[in-house]
């Protein structure tokens, strides 16, 4: 018998405000053609006053329950990636439990930058496939335009607000059954990296949330690197070829960066679901933003293989199998 954690319903939400790359050269030196020819982006949104992370996760959350066709009471575990939570205690993860009446769940947090959603993922399918809970809801949630040092042109252009969930639950079976769900996560970190991209804020170093920090250039150079290493870990581990894949679900922080490892792993441009141009760096939500856009317009069918690969700060960097 084997346990796997089957996704039952998918959502997203992305603030109403959209920044266009023309208002961002009214803030910043910088023009449409330059964002546009360096990173793909186009647009991005952007919450509102007053509008938090948890209110972006809850909008997600609640679309991904009703097309799982479940009440939120049915949840036994949420698990949010963030790396902008509403307040530094307690998780946001508790305040959409309260939203959504999950009483009987448990709730918290994953740091691990863009990666969030992968380790929500791999933390949530690790207690599924235990026993430990049955039923799971997986959020990636953001308001990056909080953190962001709006006179810094290099940063600044590149980031957006969303947020994606998924609940998942375990099921058992034999056989064909079986073949449905998450088959594999793999994550990774490496704190050497600290500098290259970090936040110059944070409640024990300076009392503040801070803003965000990057050595583009460098950043960008591993991220293709480990990006598609981490793919080929991915499929090597389940006996796959690049030619089972049907969707690679890449975190989006820049088209050069998603094309660049997609062509570097083998894996078809075509095969590459593709939001930056909209959504921009959403961070911990890309994925499942991602994710929900492809489902809501059938490309990705029940039976697909998903590959979804995500790189961030700390360095942290992963890839999860998931036969939808
Ligand atoms: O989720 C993971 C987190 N982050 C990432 O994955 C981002 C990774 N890095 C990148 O996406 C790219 O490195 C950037 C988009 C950040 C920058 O693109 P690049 O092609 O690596 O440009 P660059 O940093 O080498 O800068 C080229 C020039 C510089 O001018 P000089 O020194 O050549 O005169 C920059 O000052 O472009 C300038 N520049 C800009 N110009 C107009 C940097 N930002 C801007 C801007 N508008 N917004």
Redesign the pocket.
Known sequence: MVIRSVVQGWGAYLPEKILTNDDLAKI????DE??VE??GIRQRHIAADGEMTSDLATHATVQALARAGIDGAEIDIIVLGTATPDETFPATATRVQERIGAHTAFAFDVQAA?SGFIYALALADNFLRLGQARTALVIGAETFSRILDWQD??TC??FGDGAGAVVLRAEEGTGANTDRGVLSTHLHSDGRQHDL?YADGGPSFNQMAGVVR?Q??E??RQ?VIKLSAVVGEALVSNGFSVADVDWLVP?Q??KR?LDSTARKSGISLKKMVVTVDRHA?T?AASIPLALSEAANDDRIKQGDLVVMEA??AGFTWAAATLRW
């Open positions: 910043v030196e910088t023009s330059w964002i360096r990173t863009c042109r290099t252009v590149l991209l990057m583009g250039r950043v960008f991220a975190h922080a820049n960066i760096n961070s790189m961030g």
